[in-house]
């Protein structure tokens, strides 16, 4: 079946200082999706990547999705404490039922 | 606009007894999932339905697991027979399923099931 993994698992950084987690899937995806989540709460959606190459900017966020519909990545310039959190990919297969799994996060730490 | 509402937020159960857990959509959402989340994991797919239709439950297990989506009324996530491993935080989230492209889900706040 479709796996897609994160890394990494965990992240510790420095307030200010800059963050990429990096999504790779088993099979080709339609689209990338990603969530964050923060401690105790549920997952919110951040932004969607439907093109192969695709680059979009969200403020300090910067998502890459890759050529091949297989690997993307969220890279946070100058990080924040309300950055915290776990961020997740996620994607249907191509020429799927649309499920959409997900990736097995990384989780943002903050250091003030 | 009301987001996606899961009940109970919070239910505990003895091992033995079932749980059932209610989400009912946004709107205008035809499309459920339910996910799985153990304290300090990931979200791991169950299962995705449409009104009166189960889509693909190829992440929920055979036994003890159903889920519906009925025509009227909210999607029911049931667990008979509750072991403590069933203990995890319970997601559903709804799509509106436009144009062959599930587009953003929708995440309610969850449900916590603590078996003793």
């Known amino acids: 079946g479709q796996q897609v993994m994160q890394i990494p698992q965990y992240q510790h950084v420095q307030e200010g200082e800059d963050f990429t987690t990096y999504c790779n899937s088993s099979t080709t995806l339609s689209n990338i999706q990603w969530y964050k989540q923060r401690p105790g709460g549920h997952p919110v959606f951040l932004i969607q990547l439907v093109k192969s190459g695709e680059v979009k900017k969200q403020k300090r966020l910067t998502f890459q999705f890759g050529e091949a519909k297989k690997n993307s990545s969220l890279h946070i310039t100058a990080t924040q404490t309300t950055d915290v959190g776990t961020y997740f990919c996620?994607?249907?297969?191509?020429?799927?039922?649309?499920?959409?799994?997900f990736g097995t996060g990384t989780r943002l730490t903050i250091i003030p | 606009n009301a987001g996606v509402m899961q009940n109970p937020r919070h239910l505990v159960r003895r091992r033995g007894q079932e749980a059932r857990l209610r989400c009912s959509p946004m709107?205008?959402?035809?499309?459920v999932y339910w996910y799985r989340q153990l304290p300090e994991e990931g979200l791991k797919f169950m299962v995705y339905?449409?009104?009166?239709?189960?889509?693909?439950e190829s992440g929920m297990p055979k036994e003890r697991f159903s889920a519906e989506f009925p025509k009227e009324g909210p999607s029911i996530l049931r667990i008979q027979q509750v072991v403590r491993g069933d203990s995890a935080a319970y997601f559903c989230?709804?799509?509106?399923?436009?144009?062959?492209?599930?587009?953003?889900?929708?995440f309610g706040e969850g449900s916590r099931l603590t078996v003793l």
């Open positions: 339905l449409q009104k009166e239709n189960i889509i693909d």
């Open positions: 709107k205008g959402h035809s499309h």
């Open positions: 989230a709804s799509s509106p399923y436009l144009a062959g492209n599930t587009g953003e889900l929708f």
């Open positions: 996620a994607g249907p297969v191509i020429g799927g039922n649309e499920k959409l799994t």
